[in-house]
């Protein structure tokens, strides 16, 4: 699907991108530093975590959702930044 932009809309275009692309970062560095205090306090991987976490054979903790919920926010927050840095290079 092609999509006709005005020549004087693209930079504007062009700027919104760049200014979700730091947001994006600015973001994923938030999260991952919460992950790693879940990982220093448990004394575990994230991918280790995970894998027992989904398997049922850590318990219900309430750090085990929310570090958990961190991950898969992680993983959509860097998809997102992907897409986003695919604009700006299409572009």
Do not use: C
């Amino acid at each position: 699907m092609d999509v006709a932009i005005s020549e004087d809309a693209g930079p504007v275009i062009k700027d919104s991108v760049h200014r979700e692309i730091i947001l994006l970062e600015s973001k994923i560095h938030l999260v991952k530093s919460e992950i790693k205090q879940f990982e220093e306090k448990y004394n575990i991987s994230s991918p280790e975590f995970q894998k027992k976490f989904e398997k049922g054979s850590l318990g219900d903790s309430q750090d085990y959702f929310e570090w958990w919920g961190l991950i898969k926010g992680l993983k959509a927050l860097e998809e997102n930044l992907d897409k986003a840095k695919a604009v700006i290079t299409y572009w």
